[in-house]
């Protein structure tokens, strides 16, 4: 019969509405004789249009009603659907989101009243219950008929909103474990003689056994046999192994009405080439000496589901104390990293990026990423020891091991992820994770996730971020460097004990172990979050700090800094989560004093030390600095406030290249010490000098700001001088500095001079006033005169005083000058004025030369401490820092005017100009350079490790041995290092007594 063209409309256009995407067909169905019930009743219409697919769900609906048993049975079930909600809920809901269970309904039309109860009890339906169900199957086909039928009543509350996730994977797990025992039964029923001979235990793994299984999945178990009643043991395995071999057949095999599913036993000892069922001592000699890293992973999930209980429940036990010793194995935490890597290689390329389970954000990377961090803190943490994802998920949350927030996360993601696996496979009931590309089922997924504006974009986008978030957090916590450290450490020592401390305290070296036991309880008793993750962190810290020359120093300051940021949200979850920062913080806590003690005084600087935004440890330009001092100084309200906010950068930054310094030099357990050592004495010289240059830039304009607004009467320039205009500044280091001006047009010159003067003045003043920072003393006598000649100069009064009086030694300390902070136009034209003093074109006389030599000589003998040992002297005693460098500058003297590459301030570079241009020999070059770079490194060592500025060797053994483990050298090599710096200083000595004092 054919509607008439108004109610043909009308009806169209409210399948449309509803969202039917082909109202025609749905039309036509609906037209069809006895659909009367459904065309007119508003309620079930909009009970079609609410299923994942309407016309999907209409067409089964069609299926189902035609499927019953005369006109009576067909009333029967619409009144049913009209009047009961549930009902009509579940079934439309399941007919809309599986074609597959719509095609079983068809099949067996009565099987639809699976789903009239609902009740409370019916929510959440166990093991019991699905044994009730499956009750009666008395051969393979009826197992399976039965089996869909529970499965009916699983996915009906499901697409319903019923049961979450969780609950439903939990669910499918209850439903194979009642359908393994139900398929044993009647392996067993057939053989009666073989059940009298054996006990057989079915172990389930992988998602089954986690409790978490998908739609259409294969069941993974192991099998566990012995024998019954003094029965011989090799027939009684034989007998179990055929009664185990006939249930997988049962539950396998394609029948009239297909199959349950694959029964998989892939995961047994050595495979599928290993015997189907070993009795439980074979399987423990098996684990205990064949096993390989995965399958312990694997067993995080076994658990006993069908069979003899009692021997299921033994292997369990048995089993369990191996899964969580697996992390003490060599190699562990690289092993079951390289086999996720090679799970995502052998994805085939057209599917990688559909992979849902597999790919890169899929469910596999939540999956490892938990199961890592169980094994390797489950060994002492009970807690953990969950075979299912979420939970294990969550008790990792609880106890600290990963962050709420990452948690929260990536619980999120799973379930979203789980959520849109189960949707793909209820589909058509297959194993697949592949996200479809069909935009059809990409609505109908979209859809049944509760998607219903634009499903298939917003379903994208959903899965897009998921997947991203998922991935961001693997590699986070997957590739975390403190899991290799928490798995190499001996059974027992990841949680404490007194006893066990204090013997650890010792046998690490620590000095005061009492003393040690007191900062570990103070930093891991109790019960909060905070001292949870303090006793996962400790284990390896203390590791760490023993690798330094002061272990109790380390630990002593540790505690300091978590005293000072134990409250702040970010500190505890930085060490555990952020790449190799619980490490460098460990390094640099214990390397000596300069570093803690600028932490002490800014402990947020831990920040630093992560890969964060903090910009890690790479140091800062000096362009960046200064924006940031020059920032902090406008917004203080006066010079004095100004020039705090530039010390408290200064401050922050010289810790950064402190820690940059240290972790270096000491190296991680994931990046081996700089091969380079120069290239950390250039990182630390640079870094210093242009921190210096930025603080000098803030207390000027702090400095000008505060006495005359915007402009001062003359231009003022500072220009760097000594190591400072060589980039070259230890830790230690005063800046030497000359001071230029000149006056602005229409400003009277005494003006400008005054003005210059006090500004000079000031800068000296505020930048001496007394503060816990490392000081920054300015250094001005290498201005004309030396301290006799005023302190700034115009650039008028320098030229004349050079051009009628400069002296050699005044030429010479111009080689570095270079303009760091001020005026840069008048900085400029001030080096423009000294080049051709310092880069003379008829190059130096030899009576120059005999002076610069003399004055080499004074300076030694004059500043050499009295009774300091010259041959470990750094700076002054032979192929020390003083040889090298006037052995280069006397090189600048003589050819820099021929040889542009020689007109550098920096020592290194003029080096290695010298040798590009001939003047010096790649030999002679490279033992100048070396003896030029450790000496260095050891003033910069004396100085973190003393916190004061030193050119010599400590005397006292623990310094001592400090300052050898920054330049590599162990625990009693001390001895070795000073062999090694006097022979380093004898050779370059060498160079020089050639080429300075002889045939230059």
């Keep these: 019969m054919t509607s008439a063209p108004g109610r ?9 509405r509803h969202g039917f995407t082909d109202p025609s067909a749905a039309e036509r169905l609906l037209d069809s004789a006895g659909l009367a019930p459904v065309r007119n009743d508003p309620v079930l219409l909009d009970a079609l249009g609410q299923a994942a697919d309407p016309d999907l769900a209409l067409l089964g609906l069609v299926r189902l009603l035609e499927a019953q048993d005369g006109a009576t049975a067909r009333q029967e079930l619409l009144d049913t659907l009209i009047a009961a909600k549930p009902l009509r809920d579940r079934l439309l809901g399941v007919l809309g989101a599986s074609a597959a269970l719509a095609e079983h309904l068809a099949r067996h039309p009565k099987d639809w009243q699976a789903l009239v109860t609902y009740e409370p009890r019916d929510l959440h339906r166990g093991v019991e219950e699905f044994e009730r169900g499956l009750a009666g199957a008395d051969d393979p086909v009826s197992l399976r008929v039965a089996y869909r039928r529970c499965l009916l009543s699983i996915a009906a509350r499901d697409v319903c909103g019923t049961i979450e996730v969780a609950e439903t994977a939990a669910e ?17 029923a057939a053989a009666p003689e073989d059940a009298a001979l054996c006990r057989l235990a079915v172990i389930a793994m992988g998602k089954c056994g986690g409790h978490e299984l998908n739609y259409v999945s294969d069941v993974d178990v192991i099998f566990v046999g012995e024998a019954a009643g003094g029965a011989d043991e090799d027939k009684a395995l034989r007998a179990a192994t055929r009664l185990a071999s006939h ?50 992973q694997a067993l995080l999930k076994a658990r006993p589901v069908a069979g003899d209980p009692a021997l299921g429940e033994e292997y369990v036990a048995a089993l369990q104390p191996l899964v969580w010793q697996a992390a003490e194995r060599e190699n562990f935490v690289a092993d079951v990293q390289k086999m996720r890597r090679r799970v995502v290689e052998n994805i085939p390329a057209a599917e990688i990026d559909r992979q849902l389970k597999l790919g890169p954000g899929g469910l596999r990377d939540v999956e490892f990423a938990v199961q890592l961090l169980q094994l390797v803190h489950g060994r002492s943490d009970a807690s953990l020891r969950s075979g299912t994802t979420l939970d294990a998920l969550k008790a990792l949350a609880a106890g600290g091991y990963v962050g709420r927030a990452d948690a929260a996360q990536l619980d999120d993601a799973y379930r979203f992820l789980r959520s849109l696996e189960h949707r793909i496979q209820l589909y058509r009931l297959r194993r697949t994770h592949l996200v479809p590309e069909d ?41 975390r460097p403190l899991l290799d450290a928490v798995a190499a450490l001996a059974p027992g020592e990841a949680r404490l004990s007194a006893e066990a401390a204090r013997e650890r305290m010792v046998a690490l070296g620590y000095a005061d172990p009492a003393a040690a036991l007191r900062h570990l309880e103070a930093l891991a008793s109790g019960v909060t979050r905070k001292a949870a993750i303090q006793r996962t962190l400790l284990p390896v810290l203390l590791g760490w700090f023993a690798d330094s020359a002061d272990p109790d120093a380390g630990l002593l300051n540790f505690r300091k800094v978590s005293d000072a940021l134990g409250k702040t949200p970010w500190y505890l979850r930085l060490l555990r989560d952020e790449g190799a920062a619980a490490e460098n913080l460990a390094r ?19 920040a630093l030390l992560g890969d964060g935004d903090g910009g890690g440890l790479t140091p800062r330009s000096r362009s960046s600095l200064e924006q940031e001092v020059l920032a902090a100084v406008r917004r203080a309200d006066n010079a004095v406030q100004g020039v705090t906010a530039a010390r408290g950068v200064r401050r922050r930054e010289l810790f950064r290249t402190c820690a940059a310094d ?62 400072f205009g060589g980039h070259e500044l230890g830790y230690g280091s005063d800046a030497d500095v000359l001071f230029v001006h000149e006056p602005r047009e229409g400003v009277d010159e005494r003006e400008a001079s005054q003005a210059a003067n006090k500004v000079v003045s000031e800068m000296r003043r505020l930048l001496q006033i007394p503060s816990a920072d490392p000081p920054l003393l300015i250094d001005a006598d290498l201005r004309p005169e030396g301290k006799s000649g005023p302190l700034v100069r115009t650039l008028t009064s320098y030229e004349a005083y050079y051009r009628r009086w400069s002296l050699v030694w005044e030429r010479h300390a111009l080689l570095r000058a270079e303009h760091v902070a001020g005026d840069e136009d008048l900085g400029r034209r001030f080096t423009e004025l000294i080049d051709p003093l310092r880069y003379p074109a008829d190059g130096l006389g030899e009576e120059a030369v005999r002076e610069i030599r003399r004055l080499k000589a004074r300076m030694e003998s004059e500043r050499l401490p009295r009774g300091a040992d010259p041959k470990l002297h750094a700076k002054l005693g032979p192929g020390g820092l003083s040889d090298v460098e006037w052995t280069v500058q006397l090189l600048q003297l003589r050819h820099g005017a021929g040889e542009p590459g020689l007109r550098t ?36 060592a004396v100085m973190l490790v003393r916190g004061r500025a030193g050119d010599t060797f400590p005397t006292v053994p623990r ?3 400090a300052v050898g483990r920054y330049l590599g050298y162990g625990p009693g090599h001390a001895g070795d290092m000073l062999d090694a710096y006097r022979r380093t200083a004898r050779r370059a000595r060498g160079v020089v007594e050639e080429l300075f004092y002889g045939g230059l």
């Excluded at 499918?172 to 067993?188: G, H, I």
């Excluded at 080439?273 to 064949?290: C, E």
């Excluded at 357990?669 to 000098?696: H, M, N, Y």
């Design 588 to 606: 640099v806590l214990s390397a000596g004093r300069l570093a803690p003690d600028l932490l002490m005084r800014a402990p947020e600087a831990v």
């Design 439 to 479: 935009e059809n089922d990409l609505r109908r997924l979209g859809r049944s996730l509760g998607l219903r504006t634009e499903p298939v974009t917003t379903l994208t986008r959903e899965w897009k971020r998921h997947a991203s978030v998922v991935r961001r957090l693997h590699e986070k916590l997957f590739y």
């Design 247 to 296: 249930m997988m057949r049962i539950c396998s095999e394609t029948t009239v009405e297909g199959s349950i599913w694959p029964v998989d036993a892939n995961l047994r000892p050595e495979g599928r080439n290993g015997p189907l069922v070993r009795t439980l001592a074979s399987h423990l000699a098996y684990y205990q000496r064949w096993a390989k890293t995965w399958e312990f």
């Design 959 to 961: 310094e001592l041995a």
């Design 172 to 188: 499918l797990a209850d439903l194979a474990t009642a359908t393994l025992r139900a398929a044993l039964a009647l392996a067993q």
């Design 662 to 723: 240290i972790v270096g030099s000491y190296g991680t357990e994931s990046q081996p010490a700089e091969a380079d050592q120069g290239a950390l004495v250039d990182l630390v010289g640079g870094a210093v000098s242009d921190l210096t240059a930025a603080t000098l830039a803030g207390t000027l304009r702090a400095v000008v700001r505060e006495g005359w607004g915007d402009t001062l009467p003359t231009r003022f320039a500072i220009i760097g001088m000594g190591r």
């Design 8 to 16: 043909r409309s009308s009806i169209f256009t409210r399948l449309l």
């Design 905 to 940: 301030t920096r020592t290194r570079e003029a080096l290695a100009a010298a040798r590009a241009a001939g003047l010096i020999s790649e030999e002679d070059a490279g033992i100048l350079d070396e003896a030029w770079v450790l000496a260095t490194r050891v003033r910069n």
